[in-house]
């Protein structure tokens, strides 16, 4: 069946990076975007940004620039996010999720999540 | 930056129609998206394109938009549907941006 397995949690300090992994599995892994949107404890949804899976064209939040790096790897189909210089609002459950093409918001599948916590 | 804006709760009785609603400048241009987030789990689609349901979504799901507005309507809302609701879209901008509404808490009892 189409899934996205993510890694598990991480604890990271303040300023140190953390790289959140999203394997796919069940469909064609190039024929689709990767998106990634985060939820701090007790807050909504957050858009991070996308990346296409077929030749690693990315979108990222204007907030996030500088900080996210989101590339793919077709050759074992996991998609990563890397965030840098973390800060403690950057706690959150990290999701990744599935972009069909010609539909860049429509996030059909939905990894698991991953929660990162930034603590000194 | 851009905004959507959500009522924070909808309360409706089982059997009644909920309606949440989502603002937005750009919405007359940009279509709405739903998603449903229930306590613990991963969200789902459930409206896309302002008001096409994905396969396995229950037909009392349905989305509209007009001008400004667009409006996730539940018809005959049952006790499992008790979630808190996402709209979903991007602005107007060149650098095209996603944006999550504030989220509605759908409180169905």
């Known amino acids: 069946q189409v899934q996205l397995v993510q890694s598990g949690a991480e604890v990271k300090k303040p300023g140190a990076s953390v790289k959140v992994s999203c394997k796919a599995s069940?469909?064609?892994?190039?024929?689709?975007?990767i998106s990634w949107v985060r939820q701090a404890p007790g807050q909504g949804l957050e858009w991070m940004g996308w990346?296409?899976?077929?030749?690693?064209?990315?979108n990222y939040a204007q907030k996030l620039q500088g900080r996210v790096t989101m590339t793919t790897d077709t050759s074992t189909s996991t998609a990563y996010m890397e965030l840098r210089s973390l800060r403690s609002d950057d706690t959150a459950v990290y999701y990744c999720?599935?972009?069909?093409?010609?539909?860049?918001?429509?996030?059909?599948?939905w990894g698991q999540g991953t929660m990162v916590t930034v603590s000194s | 930056s851009y905004e959507l804006t959500q009522p924070p709760s909808v309360s409706v009785s089982p059997g009644q129609t909920a309606r949440i609603t989502c603002s937005g400048d750009?919405?007359?241009?940009?279509?709405a998206y739903w998603y449903q987030q229930k306590s613990g789990q991963a969200p789902v689609l459930v409206i896309y394109?302002?008001?096409k349901r994905p396969s396995g979504i229950p037909e009392r799901f349905s989305g509209s938009s007009s001008g400004t507005m667009a409006t996730l309507t539940i018809s005959g809302a049952q006790v499992e549907d008790e979630a808190d609701y996402y709209c979903?879209?991007?602005?107007?901008?060149?650098?095209?941006?996603?944006?999550f509404g504030g989220g509605t808490k759908l409180t169905v009892l």
């Open positions: 999720a599935r972009v069909p093409p010609l539909m860049l918001d429509a996030f059909d599948i």
């Open positions: 069940g469909y064609t892994f190039t024929s689709y975007g």
């Open positions: 990346i296409s899976a077929y030749n690693g064209n990315t």
């Open positions: 750009a919405l007359p241009k940009k279509y």
């Open positions: 394109e302002d008001s």
């Open positions: 979903y879209s991007t602005d107007s901008s060149g650098n095209r941006q996603g944006v």
